[in-house]
């Protein structure tokens, strides 16, 4: 009973590793990547219980109930549609052997704890995480001033009369325009591959 009580406290019961390029393939996250759009895991974190796979694409977490069930509950969190927040890293004390890196991922916070052994590599994530975060902020924003010019040059058209077109028309006619030019806006502001952040930060 004192040892688990001990393990707990010290954070021995569940301190992930850094799993290394070369075992990527052994894990269960790997059967889940999307090898079909270019998916590829760049970072990963294993506890007992746990995985955290970072690709280009997405977060996936491998989420275990505990260390001796079998049972997996797969999640993906894609970074084209949930936004990285509130990164912190939070290093190791004097008699503590695990730092711990947070953030949120959409509305989900996560805090996952790993050997002090890996601060450099987790440092190298922290950075990672922090720059798609700010990429995600300045996307979000642009996008958003993007839809708001067209909302602005919407109003202004209708009160611009033309007499030669119908209104039917003329409702058509911006609305297809409307349509294009924001999915022209959108892939210009919302990233789905990160791969070049990661390729910069992360030196596995």
């Not at 010290?10 to 894990?27: N, R, W």
């Not at 260390?67 to 509130?86: G, N, P, V």
Request: net charge negative.
């Amino acid at each position: 009973m004192f040892k688990k009580i001990a393990a707990d406290a010290l954070g021995l019961s569940d301190i992930g590793v850094v799993v290394p390029k070369a075992d990527f393939d052994k894990t269960d996250s790997d059967d889940f990547i999307f090898n079909e759009i270019d998916e590829e895991i760049y970072f990963l974190i294993k506890t007992k219980a746990d995985e955290y796979c970072f690709t280009n694409y997405a977060l996936i977490h491998v989420d275990g109930a505990n260390a001796i069930s079998k049972k997996r509950m797969l999640r993906r969190y894609d970074f084209e549609h949930e936004t990285i927040s509130d990164v912190l890293l939070e290093t190791a004390g004097t008699i503590d052997l695990d730092v711990e890196i947070k953030f949120t991922i959409g509305n989900v916070p996560m805090s996952i704890d790993i050997h002090k052994k890996y601060l450099n590599e987790i440092k190298d994530l922290y950075k990672a995480l922090h720059t798609i975060s700010k990429e995600q902020k300045s996307n979000a924003y642009k996008f958003d001033s993007a839809k708001q010019s067209l909302t602005l040059a919407a109003n202004a058209l209708g009160h611009v009369g033309n007499d030669s077109v119908a209104p039917a028309e003329s409702f058509a006619n911006i609305t297809k325009f409307s349509h294009d030019w924001m999915l022209q806006q959108k892939d210009a502001y919302v990233k789905k591959d990160y791969g070049d952040v990661f390729e910069k930060y992360i030196n596995n």
